[in-house]
């Protein structure tokens, strides 16, 4: 699978709203980082849309290598 341009080697900390729907970017190219904002038009990579089940905070990957999208899984330590 192809992977994203590296945005950020840190994880993005993100407050969700229950309901709340999220574009994460799996791109890289996004300026609205962790949130896809369109720049993945010129690639083959589409964001991951889910809804927030609950309020809580979350750390979203920014470095588009995690295995557990659109989580963060320390794998930017690796990089």
């Known amino acids: 699978m192809e992977t994203g341009k590296i945005a950020s080697k840190t994880p993005f900390k993100v407050d969700l709203k229950a309901g709340e729907m999220v574009a994460w970017c799996r791109c890289g190219l996004s300026d ?16 991951l849309i ?14 588009k290598q ?13 990089l």
């Open 32 to 47: 609205s980082q962790p949130r896809c904002d369109g720049s993945h038009k010129t690639t083959d990579l589409k964001p």
């Open 50 to 63: 889910f809804k927030a089940e609950e309020d809580k905070t979350v750390w979203l990957c920014g470095c």
């Open 66 to 78: 995690t295995n557990t999208p659109p989580y963060c899984d320390g794998t930017h330590k690796k």
